[in-house]
């Protein structure tokens, strides 16, 4: 299949919430799901710990809410993979904490319309992780080659590494989060268009959004993006689509994947093929002030 042109993307801004029973959270979930497909959505992505939602289910008070997460996370993924393959759509759904080799990782899942799920764990947890949760870091990073092109997913903090993204190459980099304050919303919304701009790729930014009662989600803020570098034909201020902070949603937009890998050779920049990686002398020289 050749490769597509132009791609409709799909930005979550999702509320996290206590539903009464899982027939109700499918309830929820179809009915994203049903509007991202309905405005043509080609790929659609859910949040960093948006996969905690089944947890939550009847308001129960966990002792311990990785591994209740963690019990529950099968069967949410199983249920969006199904809504993949029903609709004919690419998902990829909220992360959670879930089980790997005895280990519980930040695991979200790229889920394909011909039935195909593949795992992506977050590689750099925040301090506030490292210090209050028993998660580890992931051990790889996940691209995919697809008809729409070099599709990449990073998870929340991972994508405030430039190195890190840059390794993975990509043509669309689609980025979950979750945020607690309006500074790591800003920080979250800076690096996806930073990494857009170094990239010369398009960055998918979805975002959790609500309050709970699980310390993990508790409070919740955000702003859904579609981003790519300012370029000739492209947006001025890089800004595809952006939704409103705290308006819960889907952000939509059509990238054109033809005219941003043309603007990797004849753009205005080159910073793809500029990127240097190499170490740099740098001269320390006395100076009075």
């Not at 080659?145 to 990449?152: A, C, E, L, S």
Request: proline residues 7%; hydrophobic residues 40%.
């Amino acid at each position: 299949m050749a490769e597509k042109t132009v791609i409709r993307l799909a930005a979550a801004a999702y509320p996290i919430e206590a539903l009464k029973s899982t027939a109700a959270l499918h309830e929820k979930l179809d009915t994203w799901v049903r509007e991202a497909v309905e405005r043509g959505a080609e790929i659609a992505v859910f949040p960093e710990y948006a996969g905690m939602e089944p947890a939550l289910v009847g308001s129960p008070e966990h002792e311990d809410w990785l591994e209740a997460s963690a019990d529950a996370v099968t069967g949410y993924r199983d249920y969006l993979a199904k809504l993949a393959r029903a609709h004919g759509i690419a998902i990829v759904t909220g992360s959670a904490p879930e089980r790997v080799d005895g280990e519980l990782r930040n695991r979200a899942w790229f889920c394909l319309p011909d039935g195909r799920m593949e795992p992506v764990d977050k590689r750099k947890l925040t301090p506030w992780e490292r210090r209050n949760t028993a998660m580890v870091p992931g051990d790889g990073l996940a691209a995919f080659d697809t008809p729409w092109g070099r599709i990449g997913i990073v998870i929340c903090y991972d994508s405030e590494f430039p190195r890190l993204v840059r390794a993975l190459e990509c043509d669309v980099l689609l980025i979950p989060s979750c945020t607690d304050a309006p500074t790591g919303q800003g920080r979250l919304r800076i690096a996806a268009q930073a990494r857009a701009l170094e990239g010369q790729c398009v960055a998918v930014h979805a975002t959790l959004l609500g309050r709970t009662y699980c310390p993990l989600v508790d409070v919740n803020t955000g702003q859904a993006g579609i981003y790519t570098p300012p370029d000739r034909g492209l947006p001025a201020d890089g800004v595809l689509a952006i939704g409103a902070v705290d308006r819960p949603g889907w952000v939509i937009a059509d990238a054109p994947l033809k005219l941003l890998k043309d603007r990797r050779s004849d753009g205005e920049a080159n910073l793809r093929n500029d990127w240097d990686d190499g170490a740099y002398a740098v001269r320390a020289l006395p100076a009075s002030l």
